[in-house]
């Protein structure tokens, strides 16, 4: 029988916990990499899917005030206007609410935007929403959607959903892909401690006698091979609703539950 090639030797060593070890050779540099970049994959699948559904987070966290301009008042006054064929039928100016650091209406003037700290304006063919973070002060031009229909808002939860929807809908690339880089550079950042952490100590067992272990590239090939099954149950999760930090821990778990079954079968001492 000829030997197997890689990938399939790793694929057939991390379900054996006597193979995560006794096949600590088997991976190159290069393969080291693939299979890293592999693992890393399979967590991001379900947090992109996680991702593309929370519209509401992705406006909170560029509105954290303008999001208190969305009451039951003003959502009164929304559900009154009319939109057709993407523009609003009105021409006429009108304050829904304002307080002294933020306004929201129809047709607002320059003076009352520029006083504003934050405000939400719907003018006849888009609307725009300004915000000030830490003295940092952005303004958004959107177009309007169909999921921003006045008749849809009936109270303050339905108009601030309305409004959250809309912003996503102009802005759905930008937030996806704004918050898969975040949620990838911290993955990366979490596992490569994880892998670098565990193969040292893994290492480090050589000068003690305690194994067999030849090389620091040797025990992080072990750590790879046992962090397989593990990723894969955590991809799962990630599927039914779990969050990065409950699937990092379900990967680490994993890979310690399955280092604790290689031990028992190797003692860390196969040739």
Same mark, same amino acid.
């Given at each position: 029988?000829?030997?197997?090639?890689?990938?399939?030797?790793?694929?057939?060593?991390?379900?054996?916990?006597?193979?995560?070890?006794?096949?600590?050779?088997?991976?190159?540099?290069?393969?080291?990499?693939?299979?890293?970049?592999?693992?890393?994959?399979?967590?991001?699948?379900?947090?992109?899917?996680?991702?593309?559904?929370?519209?509401?987070?992705?406006?909170?966290?560029?509105?954290?005030?303008?999001?208190?301009?969305?009451?039951? /008042? =003003? +959502?009164?006054?929304? *559900?009154?206007?009319?939109?057709?064929?993407?523009? $609003?039928?009105?021409?006429? @100016?009108?304050?829904?609410?304002?307080?002294?650091?933020?306004?929201?209406?129809?047709?607002?003037?320059?003076?009352?935007?520029?006083?504003?700290?934050?405000?939400?304006?719907?003018?006849?063919?888009?609307?725009?929403?300004?915000?000030?973070?830490?003295?940092?002060?952005?303004?958004?031009?959107?177009?309007?959607?169909?999921?921003?229909?006045?008749?849809?808002?009936?109270?303050?939860?339905?108009?601030?959903?309305?409004?959250?929807?809309?912003?996503?809908?102009?802005? /759905? =690339? +930008?937030?996806?892909? *704004?918050?898969?880089?975040?949620?990838?550079?911290? $993955?990366?950042?979490?596992? @490569?401690?994880?892998?670098?952490?565990?193969?040292?100590?893994?290492?480090?067992?050589?000068?003690?006698?305690?194994?067999?272990?030849?090389?620091?590239?040797?025990?992080?090939?072990?750590?790879?091979?046992?962090?397989?099954?593990?990723?894969?149950?955590?991809?799962?999760?990630?599927?039914?609703?779990?969050?990065?930090?409950?699937?990092?821990?379900?990967?680490?778990?994993?890979?310690?539950?399955?280092?604790?079954?290689?031990?028992?079968?190797?003692?860390?001492?196969?040739?």
């Amino acid at each position: 029988m000829s030997e197997q090639r890689f990938p399939l030797t790793y694929f057939g060593a991390i379900f054996s916990p006597t193979k995560v070890y006794a096949w600590r050779k088997k991976l190159n540099r290069w393969q080291q990499v693939f299979v890293y970049i592999f693992l890393m994959s399979l967590l991001m699948v379900p947090l992109t899917l996680m991702i593309s559904k929370q519209t509401d987070q992705a406006f909170a966290a560029f509105f954290p005030h303008a999001k208190t301009l969305m009451t039951a /008042e =003003t +959502a009164a006054k929304y *559900s009154e206007l009319q939109l057709e064929d993407g523009k $609003l039928l009105t021409d006429e @100016s009108q304050v829904f609410s304002q307080t002294e650091t933020g306004i929201i209406g129809v047709g607002l003037s320059e003076a009352d935007l520029e006083e504003a700290k934050y405000a939400i304006n719907f003018r006849e063919t888009d609307w725009t929403i300004k915000e000030e973070i830490d003295g940092q002060t952005y303004h958004y031009e959107m177009r309007y959607t169909a999921e921003m229909m006045p008749d849809q808002v009936h109270d303050a939860t339905s108009f601030q959903k309305v409004i959250e929807d809309g912003f996503y809908r102009n802005n /759905e =690339t +930008a937030i996806f892909f *704004s918050q898969t880089i975040t949620v990838a550079f911290l $993955l990366v950042a979490m596992n @490569s401690i994880l892998v670098i952490g565990a193969a040292f100590f893994l290492w480090v067992t050589k000068k003690s006698r305690l194994s067999t272990i030849g090389s620091f590239k040797e025990s992080t090939n072990v750590i790879l091979n046992a962090l397989g099954v593990g990723s894969l149950v955590a991809m799962l999760a990630g599927f039914i609703g779990a969050d990065i930090i409950l699937m990092i821990g379900i990967q680490s778990l994993g890979m310690l539950l399955m280092l604790f079954l290689t031990f028992l079968k190797t003692r860390f001492k196969t040739a």
